[in-house]
């Protein structure tokens, strides 16, 4: 039988001053239970340096490899640079169309982008600024892509875990205002995670949205933003268990 890796994954901690101590706990938890966590973006609310730092400071508490991609709120203030240099001075793993393998699984993360979904995506057509923002969404699909190619190529017969922010699904989003949807993901990001047969994606970003759906292909898709996993759960519990 083939080895199983537990991974706690983790949406939309939205870090501030509010939440200081709070994770501490959580995250001791989590390393008794978990080989990895994913941290799927949105990990302070306004993009803040000190939010960051705070953040870091209850990671401490962890005693695993910590894989992360950033959301929109930590671009909010155009620090996100920085916010990376601090999750990354942390030991934090911090990926943006790149990959990394840990614990024989190999993960490849991107923060992804809008525009919808199946038939009703937003096209390439009209206004430079409609053109660009759908450019990006297919610019984060390639992204992804090719750091799942990399994976591919350097390590064969591995399994491939994507870590996004915006969703690549619009079933896991449901719960949201239809009218929404277009800022919430894009099928874009579908597209590599079928292509390159990923064995399980996660995202948060939809705080209203379903903690689970999957694929056209079957691929398991979960959304982990805190406010899923707390309705989906029950209880006040802030992280997923998957076992790969």
């Known amino acids: 039988m083939a080895k199983k890796t537990t991974i706690a994954a983790i949406g939309d901690i939205h870090m501030n001053q509010s939440q200081h101590g709070k994770w501490k706990t959580i995250f001791e938890e989590i390393s008794q239970k978990a080989k990895v966590l994913l941290l799927c973006g949105d990990l302070t609310d306004t993009g ?14 962890l005693k695993l490899p910590v894989i992360a991609v ?12 920085q916010i990376r240099q601090i999750l990354t001075d942390h030991k934090v793993t911090v990926l943006d169309g790149e990959a990394i393998v840990v614990e024989d699984i190999g993960f490849a993360g991107v923060k992804g982008f809008g525009g919808g979904f199946d038939r009703y995506m937003l096209s390439m057509f009209g ?15 390639l992204l992804l892509d090719r750091a799942l190619a990399r994976l591919e190529q350097e390590h064969t017969d591995i399994k491939k875990v994507a870590l996004l922010h915006y969703a690549p699904i619009a079933d896991t989003v449901a719960g949201e205002p239809k009218e929404i949807y277009p800022f919430l993901g894009s099928t874009h990001l579908m597209e590599p995670l079928q292509r ?15 903690f ?15 406010p899923v996993l707390k309705a989906h759960h029950g209880d006040e519990t802030s992280f997923a268990l998957i076992d790969i």
Do not use: C, W
């Open 48 to 61: 803040d340096e000190e939010e960051a730092e705070m953040l870091v400071t209850e990671l401490q508490h």
């Open 196 to 210: 390159r047969n990923v064995d399980v994606a996660f995202h948060g970003h939809a705080h209203a949205g379903k």
């Open 127 to 141: 206004e430079e600024a409609m053109k660009s923002f759908v450019q990006e969404a297919v610019n984060e699909s």
């Open 70 to 81: 950033l959301g929109n709120h930590d671009y909010e203030k155009g620090r996100q640079k």
């Open 212 to 226: 689970k759906a999957q694929s056209p292909t079957g691929i398991p898709i979960y959304n982990v933003a805190v």
